[in-house]
């Protein structure tokens, strides 16, 4: 499957401590992206790393991406329970027309 | 702006019955996707329009799912008719340059079937 996987799949925390959530994949991709989704609404888009990009940082998120070992990873450091939520990593393939296929998600639990 | 608009947000039906769900894209989003999501399997792609033509429907999943968009704004996803294991939430969302670009997804459709 071309599916991203994300890992672990569920991760509990303490309010003000970091969270780290990975993805890994199979294939060449075009781009990578990472969504929330809070429960019983919709996935809400957070950052898209495009292949030929390392890093980069949207407010205390931020996201690495390894080419050569076809993973990529989300960091929410200082989290707040309102970061309590899944997130998804999808991966897109095949340029404009390819496909953009989302993993089963890490379910973040922050503690206040 | 307004973001992806999807109705009804619940609907309960019964086993057998019609059911027609309703998708207003963010306008001059030219891409618009219906995706289902369930706790065994996940988020799947059903089908996705690119300037209001199908494109991929692999993912629907046998003859009673069908969806159309007869316009720019507008949307439907139709199951006909409708089973149990049909309960999920659907989702629709809609991208400005395509199926690899970020998505905006609405708030969803939570759809029982007894």
């Known amino acids: 499957s071309q599916q991203g996987e994300e890992d672990p799949q569920a991760l509990s925390i303490q309010e003000g401590e970091n969270a780290t959530m990975n993805c890994s994949y199979k294939t060449s991709i075009n781009n990578l992206q990472w969504y929330r989704q809070n429960s019983g609404r919709g996935l809400v888009h957070l950052i898209l790393i495009r292949s030929n990009e390392r890093e980069k940082h949207s407010g205390r998120l931020r996201v690495t991406l390894d080419t050569s070992k076809k993973s990529s990873s989300l960091l929410i450091t200082a989290s707040r329970a309102a970061d309590t939520a899944s997130y998804f990593c999808?991966?897109?393939?095949?340029?404009?027309?390819?496909?953009?296929?989302f993993g089963k998600g890490t379910k973040l639990s922050v503690k206040p | 702006d307004a973001g992806v608009i999807q109705s009804p947000r619940h609907e309960v039906t019964e086993m057998g019955q019609e059911v027609t769900l309703r998708c207003k894209p963010i306008?001059?989003?030219?891409?618009l996707f219906w995706y289902r999501q369930t706790m065994m399997r996940g988020l799947e792609l059903l089908i996705y329009?690119?300037?209001?033509?199908?494109?991929?429907d692999s993912g629907m999943p046998e003859d009673r799912f069908s969806a159309k968009m007869p316009n720019a704004s507008f949307s439907t996803l139709k199951i006909q008719p409708s089973e149990p294991r049909d309960s999920a939430v659907y989702f629709c969302?809609?991208?400005?340059?395509?199926?690899?670009?970020?998505?905006?997804f609405g708030p969803g459709t939570r759809l029982t079937v007894l």
């Open positions: 999808a991966t897109a393939y095949g340029g404009s027309q390819g496909n953009l296929i």
């Open positions: 329009f690119n300037n209001n033509v199908p494109i991929d």
């Open positions: 969302a809609s991208s400005l340059l395509g199926h690899t670009d970020t998505q905006y």
């Open positions: 306008s001059g989003h030219n891409s």
